[in-house]
């Protein structure tokens, strides 16, 4: 089977010939760690073939932040914290240099949208119809963004020039873009949208419906000529234990859209809607499926989820994620048991593409993710689970440990904290 079969296959619950390669992805903090314990630029460089992860390809470019930007303001800078505007309008505290790149870490002040007419503003900021939101563009101010998260950036490909491949490709073809939960907190903050579902449940209605809108126009003539097999609709909308929004909210609110988007992308032919979203996914499965979303991922373990119990209760779900990061700092026989279990689950179940439950963070030695990777792949070759043990081949290919990360250390260097002495 290819890449593409398999990953339609197991969505569809039908036999494959082995579950696919996919591990997670490091993040740059996570590689400027490893390339400390013996990672070379070269393997660095070539990870995807290092590792042996199966492939994937996405449609294009789809930028869906403001148009034009907010400037960015510095109000203050005191040692390695800045108070500033970023390109969202949205006042926040960052560490200008972060602990971990890739997890960047931010506090937030105040948001641009409090009523409905700072909401009138704000769509003037949002046409889907501007081109610079499928084309490449040249000339893009150098963002103070760690990361470089929510901004446009130069260069991309317009997906009109990859109609064709996209066609012909024989690995997934994905499509991620920002829902309705995440770019109404974009536009209001986690705080002011929650007291607007009560206090101004008028103004939430609208910015749903417009970010509906704005999604099927700026979707419609790419989903009609490119067949995307995985469209990932970002939302980030839980915490441990439970959602952001109640169960009766995301019925008044999220629900409605949510259907008319599954009926857009599925008369588009696309195989599988997918939530992503942190966080305890219970909640979320009980309200949007299988009428609205036909999966959802990374399904973090540190919120509560269970695969097993979670496949078994949701018949035909599609998820992906669930092996608990956290179980990879460790021992390898810590590591195996947690790897051996969601892979149990994946056999017994279907529907379930095992990798790292978020990016993979930099507190993971590189030698056990490596172990990892080379049991992973013997478990979907269809090792056995109890006895397994894989060859460890790829970490002899890597150099001398220089330093192990520091999560602590790194944190208390970023704000300053071994100057206070703390």
């Known amino acids: 089977m290819t890449a593409r079969e398999r990953f339609r296959a197991i969505v569809d619950r039908r036999p494959v010939d082995r579950l696919p390669?996919?591990?997670?992805?490091?993040?740059?903090?996570?590689?400027?760690?490893?390339?400390r314990q013996g990672l070379s630029e070269e393997l660095q460089r070539n990870w995807q073939s290092f590792t042996g992860?199966?492939?994937?390809?996405?449609?294009g470019k789809f930028y869906t932040g403001p148009l034009p930007h907010f400037e960015e303001t510095v109000i203050s800078e005191e040692g390695n914290i800045r108070t500033w505007i970023d390109s969202w309008g949205v006042k926040r505290i960052d560490a200008i240099r972060q602990p971990t790149e890739g997890f960047a870490t931010r506090k937030y002040l105040e948001f641009p949208v409090k009523s409905p007419a700072d909401?009138?503003?704000?769509?003037?900021?949002?046409?889907?119809?501007?081109?610079e939101r499928v084309h490449p563009v040249t000339e893009v101010p150098v963002t103070m963004n760690p990361d470089g998260y929510r901004h446009n950036v130069p260069g991309g490909t317009y997906w009109g020039d990859l109609v064709e491949a996209c066609n012909a490709a024989d690995v997934p073809v994905t499509l991620s873009i920002a829902g309705l939960y995440w770019t109404a907190r974009d536009?209001?903050?986690?705080?002011?949208?929650?007291?607007?579902?009560?206090?101004?449940?008028?103004?939430?209605?609208?910015?749903?419906?417009?970010?509906?809108?704005?999604?099927?126009?700026?979707?419609?003539?790419?989903?009609?000529?490119?067949?995307?097999?995985?469209?990932?609709?970002?939302?980030?909308?839980?915490?441990?234990?439970?959602?952001?929004?109640?169960?009766?909210?995301?019925?008044?609110?999220m629900l409605p859209r949510y259907k008319r988007l599954y009926e857009f992308c599925k008369e588009r032919g696309v195989h599988a809607v997918v939530m992503d979203s942190d966080g305890y996914n219970g909640q979320i499965?009980?309200?949007?499926?299988?009428?609205?979303?036909?999966?959802?991922?990374?399904?973090?373990?540190?919120?509560?989820?269970?695969?097993?119990?979670?496949?078994a209760k949701y018949p035909g779900v599609f998820i992906g994620g669930g092996i608990d990061k956290r179980e990879l700092r460790f021992s390898r026989q810590q590591l195996r048991a947690e790897v051996a279990l969601r892979y149990g689950h994946a056999r017994k179940y279907g529907g379930y593409v095992p990798h790292v439950d978020h990016g993979v963070p930099p507190d993971i030695p590189l030698r056990n993710f490596l172990y990892f990777v080379e049991l992973a792949r013997g478990f979907c070759d269809g090792e056995d689970l109890a006895t397994y043990e894989p060859p460890c081949e790829l970490e002899k290919q890597l150099g001398e440990i220089d330093e192990m990360f520091d999560p602590k250390s790194a944190i208390a260097q970023a704000y300053g904290m071994e100057e206070a002495g703390h």
């Open 21 to 35: 390669y996919v591990w997670g992805g490091p993040r740059n903090s996570t590689f400027a760690a490893w390339r």
């Open 53 to 59: 992860a199966d492939g994937g390809m996405g449609i």
């Open 285 to 311: 499965l009980d309200v949007m499926y299988p009428e609205a979303i036909d999966g959802i991922e990374p399904f973090e373990i540190a919120a509560g989820n269970d695969t097993e119990a979670f496949l």
């Open 187 to 253: 536009w209001c903050g986690f705080e002011g949208l929650s007291m607007m579902v009560y206090d101004q449940p008028e103004l939430v209605h609208e910015m749903f419906e417009y970010w509906t809108w704005f999604l099927m126009e700026l979707l419609d003539e790419p989903l009609r000529r490119i067949p995307v097999d995985q469209i990932v609709l970002n939302e980030d909308m839980a915490f441990k234990c439970q959602s952001m929004l109640s169960p009766d909210s995301m019925r008044q609110f």
């Open 119 to 131: 909401f009138e503003r704000m769509k003037a900021r949002f046409d889907p119809h501007t081109p």
